[in-house]
């Protein structure tokens, strides 16, 4: 599987756009590519696809992580181009989108083949579990319900092999004791500290990143 950042706070080395919220593109096996939020505006996330050589028609589904603007900014011009993605939000979203099937999520939900929801949690956020060849990979927009609550949700797919994405002011530091990847994105607050305790197992993420698996 592959994993590509298209829209974060922090740049990578392409000189994409930044801004403060989370995107990324999600392609697993032969599945149709899964955009995981949409950032928080949709010129910039259009433009950076475009940088990256993605094709908003080609996209299968567009999972929401929370209802926060800087994870739903860009989604209106993805739906302008793309007429056929399923749509995927958590079940507390009040959401018209007319003529769009929409999946209001509330328990943990197959996307497809390799790519699982958490299910709303705490009645505010979705994340995903992508099962991999080396075990499971989280990935989060926010994190608002918390990352513990979150790898507790996603490990009943398998052993968790790294988390992904926005982490918050998360700092409780030992659950992330025996992971093997730790890319904290967008709005991770501590990740000086991530970076210190787990040198081994760090990533730095920014828009424009792409990781596989
Ligand atoms: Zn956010
Ligand atoms: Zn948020």
Known sequence: MKITIVFDNC???????????????IEVG?????????????DSLLDNMKQ????????????????????????????????????????????????????????PIQISESVFSTGELKGIEQS???????????VAGCSHPGVGTILDAA???????GIIGGLHGFHDFDLLDGLSLICPCHCTQHKKELRRLFPGQYISCGAGLELEL
Not at 30 to 42: E, M, R, V, Y
Not at 63 to 87: K, P
Not at 128 to 138: M, N, P, Q, R, S
Not at 155 to 161: D, E, L, T
């Open 155 to 161: 490990c009943r797919y398998g052993k968790v092999y």
């Open 11 to 25: 740049p990578d080395k392409r000189g994409l756009r930044t801004g403060w919220g989370f995107s990324s593109l």
């Open 52 to 107: 990256l050589h993605i094709d908003p028609k080609q996209i299968g589904a567009i999972v929401i992580s929370h209802a926060h603007g800087d994870h739903t900014g860009g989604l209106s011009s993805i739906l302008e181009i793309n007429e056929d993605a399923e749509i995927y939000v958590p079940a507390s979203t009040v959401t018209r989108l007319p003529g769009r099937k929409v999946i209001m999520v509330s328990q």
């Open 128 to 138: 995903l579990a992508i099962k991999t060849g080396k075990g499971v990979l989280v």
């Open 30 to 42: 032969n599945a149709p590519p899964l955009l995981f939020d949409t950032g928080a505006d949709g």
